[in-house]
């Protein structure tokens, strides 16, 4: 059974930092992982979507790295600013089709 | 249409009753999925369509909650007898395949009182 893990499960950093969100899985045999955000009551935005053949995806000042066969991805998001204040989901599309997710990291960007 | 649209986006309704969540998907996605998220808790799978089959079935709690898809497009989830518990934000997602990039709706919150 596929299980996604998120470190950390908040973040509080000040405007203008750099930070690395981590999302862990144990089942390597994956198609492809995604990074969402959620806003407090909304539903899920899609930030990035990386194959399981890729290393990496890049939407502007984010970058989302993978490497499969250690089961880890990271979201790097650069000059932080408090509008990237959300939680941030990864999940994961497992042979199965089915979209399975972390619990999240709560991420402040403080002004 | 643009994204996902879910309806209704609030449902409140008495312990026991039956209601009916509705899911349209963007047009020409074929995949289809449903998801529990309890108030602070993760995103729970329910159930997945590819087409009009749904080929899993395992997140669905009970019998008591049932799903289905038409002409690849509408999807229903039917929660019958409410309960205290079913109480969450239900949200549905699309995707174009099996392997490309899933979109969410916003959600129908459902309040059982």
Redesign the interface.
Known sequence: KQEVTQIPAALSVPEGENLVLNCSFTDSAIYNLQWFRQDPGKGLTSLLLIQSSQREQTSGRLNASLDKSSGRSTLYIAASQPGDSATYLCAVKGSNYKLTFGKGTLLTVNP | GAGVSQSPSNKVTEKGKDVELRCDPISGHT?L?W?RQRLG???E?LI?F?GNSA??KSGLPSDRFSAERTGESVSTLTIQRTQQEDSAVY?C?SSKG??????????TRLTVV
């Not at chain 2, 099996?98 to 959600?107: K, L, P, S």
């Open positions: 995949a999925y998801y808790q993760g995103l799978f997945y590819q080929p899993d949200l997602a099996v392997n490309t990039e899933a979109f969410f709706g916003q959600g």
